[in-house]
T-cell receptor
Framework: GENVEQHPSTLSVQEGDSAVIKCTYSDSASNYFPWYKQELGKGPQLIIDIRSNVGEKKDQRIAVTLNKTAKHFSLHITETQPEDSAVYFCAASFMEYGNKLVFGAGTILRVKS | DAMVIQNPRYQVTQFGKPVTLSCSQTLNHNVMYWYQQKSSQAPKLLFHYYDKDFNNEADTPDNFQSRRPNTSFCFLDIRSPGLGDAAMYLC????????????FGPGTRLTVT
């Protein structure tokens, strides 16, 4: 069945440091990998996404890398700020299931100032 | 601004009393999704509409129903809420079915007493 594993479940970093969150997926045919940020009491907001024909994508302090062979992708946040504190979810599309998104379990990121 | 709107933001219902949550969108997207998110968990897809075509997830309980009277609106009906149905309910839209960005609303927090 479809499965996305996400690590770590919690991550504490000092302001200004980098944060890395990793996800693995089970379907080698998956071709779309978004990352969402969810603040308390709000809906998830897309922060960056990557497709399977690209190995890396960057948007200011946020980057995502994809290793299709190993079936894993990672979120990198540099120069973290207190406002980066939130829950981050990775997701992968599963072709076998109509390309629905399956989400990882989430990572609570705390940036300490 | 184009957006996804959910009403109400907070809903309290009694055990067994039917409840309806609503979602509207100004994005003119073809697809509307309903997710259930329990505390500290990932969003779980309940069902989605591609235009008027309803697609139910295999493990969605019969207690959950949905209606999409037009492109802009989609409703989630819980026929007989149980205590286990207390959760955040998220509506999302995407321009097409498949591996496309999903835009989430702010969610409705449902409490069952």
């Amino acid at each position: 069945g479809e499965n996305v594993e996400q690590h770590p479940s919690t991550l504490s970093v000092q302001e200004g440091d980098s944060a890395v969150i990793k996800c693995t997926y089970s379907d080698s045919a998956s071709n779309y990998f978004p990352w969402y940020k969810q603040e308390l009491g709000k809906g998830p907001q897309l922060i960056i996404d990557i497709r399977s024909n690209v190995g890396e994508k960057k948007d200011q302090r946020i980057a995502v890398t994809l290793n299709k062979t190993a079936k894993h992708f990672s979120l990198h946040i540099t120069e973290t700020q207190p406002e980066d504190s939130a829950v981050y979810f990775c997701a992968a599309s599963f072709m076998e299931y109509g390309n629905k998104l399956v989400f990882g379990a989430g990572t609570i990121l705390r940036v300490k100032s | 601004d184009a957006m996804v709107i959910q009403n109400p933001r907070y809903q309290v219902t009694q055990f067994g009393k039917p409840v309806t949550l609503s979602c509207s969108q100004t994005l003119n997207h073809n697809v509307m999704y309903w997710y259930q998110q329990k505390s500290s968990q990932a969003p779980k897809l309940l069902f989605h509409y591609y235009d008027k075509d309803f697609n139910n997830e295999a493990d969605t309980p019969d207690n959950f129903q949905s209606r999409r009277p037009n492109t802009s609106f989609c409703f989630l009906d819980i026929r007989s809420p149980g205590l286990g149905d207390a959760a955040m309910y998220l509506c999302a839209t995407s321009i097409e079915a498949g591996p496309y960005e999903q835009y989430f609303g702010p969610g409705t927090r449902l409490t069952v007493t």
